[in-house]
């Protein structure tokens, strides 16, 4: 796909895509998320995202939730564990109304004492949600057995004992440390002229302060295997088994997320959802996921059942790995997956926010951005050894972390 990139003299990008359409998509991303945060602070990234639509130097909460909804458009927002997003859909003629946007509650939010207390109060209850939810709680858990000791594995909500204590000097601190000019992309997809864009562009952000202060990160050390096991007053159990594997400059990251595919990712015929839900019945939700990360990655695989088949469950996952480790896909078996795959991925450039934010991500992570084409080829050079080791090493489950959720009688 078509792209143009502009630098700004503070770092910032300015991403364009052309699409012919009365309807446009932006996104701010910002290289910090929930990995940054110090200890005591966890969920300060979150709150901080929640807290930019409260109040800037200019307006209050109500304008700016109606300064693009006036218009019929969308704003939302969200955080991960590396990144900050603020995303708009919007028709074609409010380009110049959603960047100022974007520029004042990005750079310009004031962060008042009496919003952050009511926003607190909101977290908690967002945190009380999810732990209501075991097939999320069980995610965070999983991740924080995995990550033991590091702050990948920490909550990105964080926890009502830390949400509790986080400050204005927090925020401020957070933001002046990690919102650096030369990580943070602004794109747009829409039927623009890249020079307007640029003069828009240029308008709404060429005067913030250039920070380009050096990354903090730690990578996460491999920790040995662990395996728990949770009482939990809920109706069924909940499973999650996997370990940290290849980041997103590995060169058999391609590979890894056509093995996930093929063996527990999106559609009805993959290998897990066959075995246990098709085949036997046990599972109605059977999924694998493959996260790569900047300098790790994470390969899980997650299913609820009736306590009484749990077990099953797991021999047949595991039954599942062994056979692909005895019996290595065959030429004709790697060419379904990949076209498989392909066809997905094609499908996927229909949703044109997720696409700009998946380009914005890949200017961030590898200063370039891939063609669908490129893409393609990528996945179609994945040999059968190549997937053979990938097994190998993935599928190796001496390495594996599990824990489970069991229901109280």
């Given at each position: 796909?078509?792209?143009?990139?502009?630098?700004?003299?503070?770092?910032?990008?300015?991403?364009?895509?052309?699409?012919?359409?009365?309807?446009?998509?932006?996104?701010?991303?910002?290289?910090?998320?929930?990995?940054?945060?110090?200890?005591?602070?966890?969920?300060?990234?979150?709150?901080?995202?929640?807290?930019?639509?409260?109040?800037?130097?200019?307006?209050?909460?109500?304008?700016?939730?109606?300064?693009?909804?006036?218009?019929?458009?969308?704003?939302?927002?969200?955080?991960?564990?590396?990144?900050?997003?603020?995303?708009?859909?919007?028709?074609?003629?409010?380009?110049?109304?959603?960047?100022?946007?974007?520029?004042?509650?990005?750079?310009?939010?004031?962060?008042?004492?009496?919003?952050?207390?009511?926003?607190?109060?909101?977290?908690?209850?967002?945190?009380?949600?999810?732990?209501?939810?075991?097939?999320?709680?069980?995610?965070?858990?999983?991740?924080?057995?995995?990550?033991?000791?590091?702050?990948?594995?920490?909550?990105?909500?964080?926890?009502?004992?830390?949400v509790e204590k986080l400050s204005k000097k927090d925020?401020?601190?957070?933001?002046?440390?990690?919102?650096?000019?030369?990580?943070?992309?602004?794109?747009?997809?829409?039927?623009?002229?890249?020079?307007?864009?640029?003069?828009?562009?240029?308008?709404?952000?060429?005067?913030?302060?250039?920070?380009?202060?050096?990354?903090?990160?730690?990578?996460?050390?491999?920790?040995?295997?662990?395996?728990?096991?949770?009482?939990?007053?809920?109706?069924?159990?909940?499973?999650?088994?996997?370990?940290?594997?290849?980041?997103?400059?590995?060169?058999?990251?391609?590979?890894?997320?056509?093995?996930?595919?093929?063996?527990?990712?999106?559609?009805?015929?993959?290998?897990?959802?066959?075995?246990?839900?098709?085949?036997?019945?046990?599972?109605?939700?059977?999924?694998?996921?493959?996260?790569?990360?900047?300098?790790?990655?994470?390969?899980?695989?997650?299913?609820?059942?009736?306590?009484?088949?749990?077990?099953?469950?797991?021999?047949?996952?595991?039954?599942?790995?062994?056979?692909?480790?005895?019996?290595?896909?065959?030429?004709?078996?790697?060419?379904?997956?990949?076209?498989?795959?392909?066809?997905?991925?094609?499908?996927?450039?229909?949703?044109?926010?997720?696409?700009?934010?998946?380009?914005?991500?890949?200017?961030?992570?590898?200063?370039?951005?891939?063609?669908l084409e490129t893409v393609f080829q990528k996945i179609?050079?994945?040999?059968?050894?190549?997937?053979?080791?990938?097994?190998?090493?993935?599928?190796?489950?001496?390495?594996?972390?599990?824990?489970?959720?069991?229901?109280?009688?």
């Amino acid at each position: 796909m078509e792209y143009n990139v502009h630098t700004l003299k503070n770092g910032i990008r300015l991403l364009h895509v052309p699409a012919a359409s009365a309807i446009s998509h932006a996104c701010i991303l910002v290289n910090a998320g929930s990995r940054d945060e110090d200890e005591q602070q966890m969920g300060l990234a979150h709150f901080i995202e929640h807290l930019i639509f409260k109040r800037t130097e200019k307006r209050n909460t109500t304008q700016i939730l109606n300064r693009l909804e006036s218009v019929g458009a969308d704003l939302n927002a969200y955080t991960t564990k590396e990144y900050t997003c603020i995303h708009a859909s919007f028709l074609h003629p409010f380009l110049d109304r959603t960047l100022e946007l974007f520029n004042d509650i990005v750079f310009h939010s004031t962060f008042p004492e009496e919003e952050m207390e009511k926003e607190k109060g909101v977290i908690l209850d967002e945190i009380a949600s999810y732990l209501d939810q075991p097939e999320e709680a069980i995610n965070d858990d999983f991740e924080d057995l995995l990550f033991k000791g590091h702050q990948l594995g920490k909550n990105i909500l964080g926890t009502p004992e830390t949400v509790e204590k986080l400050s204005k000097k927090d925020i401020q601190a957070f933001v002046k440390n990690h919102y650096r000019t030369d990580q943070i992309v602004v794109a747009v997809l829409g039927n623009y002229n890249f020079n307007k864009l640029v003069k828009i562009g240029e308008k709404y952000f060429a005067e913030i302060e250039e920070n380009t202060a050096a990354s903090q990160r730690v990578a996460p050390s491999g920790n040995p295997a662990l395996h728990q096991m949770v009482d939990k007053q809920i109706a069924q159990s909940h499973c999650m088994m996997g370990m940290q594997t290849y980041s997103l400059h590995h060169p058999y990251k391609t590979g890894l997320l056509l093995l996930n595919n093929l063996f527990g990712g999106t559609g009805m015929s993959s290998i897990l959802n066959l075995q246990l839900r098709e085949k036997y019945g046990i599972a109605y939700t059977i999924e694998s996921a493959y996260s790569p990360l900047s300098d790790t990655g994470i390969f899980a695989i997650y299913f609820g059942t009736d306590v009484e088949k749990a077990e099953k469950a797991m021999k047949l996952i595991r039954k599942e790995m062994d056979k692909l480790k005895q019996k290595p896909l065959t030429e004709i078996q790697l060419h379904k997956a990949q076209s498989k795959f392909i066809g997905q991925i094609a499908l996927g450039e229909e949703n044109r926010i997720g696409l700009i934010i998946a380009m914005a991500k890949s200017l961030l992570d590898y200063q370039h951005i891939d063609s669908l084409e490129t893409v393609f080829q990528k996945i179609r050079k994945v040999t059968v050894k190549d997937m053979t080791e990938i097994v190998n090493e993935v599928f190796d489950q001496r390495q594996w972390t599990s824990l489970v959720f069991n229901p109280t009688e």
